[in-house]
């Protein structure tokens, strides 16, 4: 269901993060992304919601070659995949059922409606009994998972996570790894670049290496 | 159209909010436009005013017809005739020249000034009411009297009335003119909150354009924040204009009652209030959409 054809991909300056790279991953695979900072992990996960484009090649999601797409349409595809940054890119304007809201209220879902999925995401995080709070009252891991909660609540059949592990303790990065896997055991597809290899070893169906912008053994 | 509903109602309320979020911006905001919008506002005001009064003063247009001096009474029963039998007038008023002298002479100051002239100066005059009050017909009626036998001269009452309307023109064109800049001043304002408005949710656009919002919908309540900017504008506008229009009112009567016009300062008609109010929105919008125009980044 995604697939990577001779894509390729440099940054301004000449820099080439990505080439000729060829990749397959089908669907509900839970997929770990492993390699040296600056390997190309982030660029590649980056391609598959158009965030950044390649260079050459194409990037094929749900059948559609993302790389070609108009800008008015990539909304529309970023709408069915969940994004989990690094710096989980919370808004600290507003509480943890606000933030977790957002997506639903750009895919337009009726206010009722929105709010029992708010809580259904929520909860599945473990954050329920958090919803008023403002993120900057959650702890690193609390935060993670709000991010994971954002992430999920519009039921993206793909889930892409950026070092989702980074900066947090090894008991809470266990517990987000096994939320991975919960996500992923109903079905979606998860990719997710890491450090913490070993963490997410129990659950994952494929490791992808990358070295220098290709695939490594 | 239910989910389009909604997220209009969304964007609205997020406008709000931000509006909301800083109060002391938003009241200071408002007080910039609603004082460069009071100024065309209030003139407009004080413009209706002044039309309405002219309207009534001149409602009742008058024809002076002089005759000549050495007119005999006859002469004077026969033109008063004729202008009793045309059909263009309504009410006709001879002031013989005896009781014009009579009434000059009581007058305080003119009366030893009259006393001491060696005859009557005055001539016998008409006035007349016409029954058609439009330029031409007046005008008509106005060389129609001249050429009546031993009439001397016509005089239209009404000409300081066409002057006064042309300067009312000349005020309305000012008025407008001023309207178009302060609008262009307004429109600039807003085009710089919104820039300012745009550089702190940057974060909020960044991270909708990555769950998937529109341009649509990140464009949204900036459009929301603009109107409703302008719209507290002219809020402050009208109530200045208020405020200003029932300050005035007393002593403006009493000036008018000096007169002896019976008249009282009315505030801005609803038809004005309604335009002023969707000219403030429509200008904030306008500077939202130049502003998102220019600065939003398309990624």
């Known amino acids: 269901m995604i697939r990577f054809e001779k894509v390729g991909k440099r940054y301004p300056g000449g820099i080439a993060a990505l080439s000729a790279l060829d990749l397959a991953i089908e669907t509900g ?93 929520l909860d599945k995080v473990g954050l329920l009994d958090r919803e008023r709070a403002m993120p900057v009252a959650l702890s690193g891991g609390e935060q993670q998972r709000l991010a994971i909660a954002r992430a999920v609540v519009a039921r993206p059949s793909i889930l892409i996570a950026d070092e989702p592990t980074a900066h947090l303790d090894d008991g809470t990065a266990a517990d987000i790894a096994a939320m991975f896997h919960a996500f992923n055991q109903v079905g979606v597809t998860v990719l997710v670049a890491t450090h913490h290899e070993a963490l997410f070893a129990p659950y994952m169906t494929r490791r992808i290496g990358l070295s220098r912008g290709r695939l490594a053994a | 159209m239910k989910g389009w509903l909604l997220q209009h109602r969304q964007a609205s309320a997020q406008a709000f909010r931000r509006l909301a979020s800083t109060p002391l911006n938003t009241l200071l905001g408002a007080l910039v436009l609603g004082i460069a919008l009071a100024l065309p506002a ?8 002044f039309q309405r009064l002219a309207q009534r003063i001149a409602a009742t247009p008058q024809i002076s017809v002089f005759m000549a001096l050495d007119a005999t009474k006859k002469e004077v029963a026969e033109v008063e005739s004729r202008l009793r039998k045309h059909p263009g007038t309504r009410e006709v008023k001879l002031v013989p020249r005896e009781e014009t002298l009579r009434r000059l002479k009581e007058s305080e100051g003119l009366g030893e000034v009259i006393e001491s002239l060696p005859r009557n100066p005055f001539p016998d005059a008409f006035v007349v009411v016409p029954g058609d009050e439009s330029p031409a017909a007046l005008e008509a009626m106005r060389s129609e009297f001249a050429g009546y036998p031993r009439v001397e001269h016509v005089q239209l009452d009404s000409a300081w009335v066409k002057k006064l309307d042309a300067l009312l023109r000349l005020a309305r064109l000012a008025v407008g003119l001023l309207a178009v800049v302060l609008g262009v ?38 459009y929301y924040f603009g109107a409703l900017q302008g719209l507290a504008g002219g809020a402050v506008a009208w109530l200045a204009v208020l405020g200003a229009t029932l300050l005035l009112r007393l002593p403006v009567g009493e000036l008018a009652s000096l007169y002896g016009i019976d008249f009282s300062l009315h505030i801005l008609p609803l038809s004005d209030s309604i335009l002023l109010f969707a000219l403030a929105a429509w200008l904030g919008w306008a500077g939202a959409w130049l502003s998102l125009i220019r600065h939003l980044s398309e990624n």
């Open chain 1, 29 to 121: 695979e839970m997929i770990v992304l492993s390699g040296h900072s600056g390997a190309g992990k982030s660029t590649l996960l980056k391609l598959i919601p158009a965030v950044e484009r390649p260079s050459e090649g194409a990037v094929i999601v749900n059948g559609q070659n993302v790389a070609a797409l108009k800008r008015a349409a990539i909304p529309f595809l970023r709408r069915n995949i969940g994004m989990v940054f690094q710096d989980q890119k919370l808004l600290f304007d507003r509480n943890a059922f606000d933030n977790v809201m957002l997506p639903l209220a750009i895919a337009g879902v009726a206010t009722r409606d929105a709010g029992r999925r708010v809580r259904a995401a």
């Open chain 2, 42 to 49: 209030g003139g407009e005001m004080l413009l209706a005013n």
């Open chain 2, 185 to 222: 001043a307004l429109v600039a304002v807003t085009f710089n909150t919104i820039r300012l408005q745009i550089l702190t949710q940057a974060e909020e656009v960044e991270v909708s354009r990555l769950l998937g919002a529109t341009d649509a919908y990140i464009r949204r309540p900036f």
